[in-house]
């Protein structure tokens, strides 16, 4: 193949990434369903080597819907991973300059049973 000519891996891509966000949003049943409904569509294109729902002039190459979807799984699960530990080191930023400010320590979600000390 000498040209690729698509969008196809990217909105695999984008879909993988929005599952992965809803159900760590919501845990709704219907995200599971539909992320199923997408691995079978994307495993039955891999098994037949056809696109389904695409209709196109050029030769269709589904492997491409495979590569999206992982690679949108995979940058979703990296980008909560690296947010969950800036999230991290902020708040413990935060609380560090506060007891240094106040000599209270500061109450946060994680830890509820801390005295009732905001900044303010």
């Known amino acids: 193949m000498s040209r690729y000519c698509g969008l196809s891996g990217l909105l695999n891509s984008l879909l993988a990434t929005g599952i992965y966000v809803l159900w760590r949003e919501r845990r709704d049943p219907v995200v599971l369903l539909v992320a199923a409904g ?3 569509k994307i495993t039955f294109e ?7 729902f695409t ?12 590569v999206g979807f992982a690679t949108g799984l995979i940058m979703a699960v990296l980008r909560y ?3 969950a530990c800036v999230s ?3 708040r413990l930023l935060v609380q560090s300059f506060w007891r240094q400010r106040t000599g209270e320590r500061l109450r946060t979600r994680q830890d509820p049973r801390s005295p009732a000390t905001y900044p303010g």
């Open 88 to 90: 991290r080191s902020f």
């Open 55 to 66: 209709y196109v002039a050029w030769p269709s190459v589904p492997i491409v819907h495979g």
């Open 38 to 40: 997408a691995v079978a």
């Open 81 to 83: 991973k690296a947010l």
């Open 46 to 52: 891999g098994l037949s080597g056809q696109a389904v």
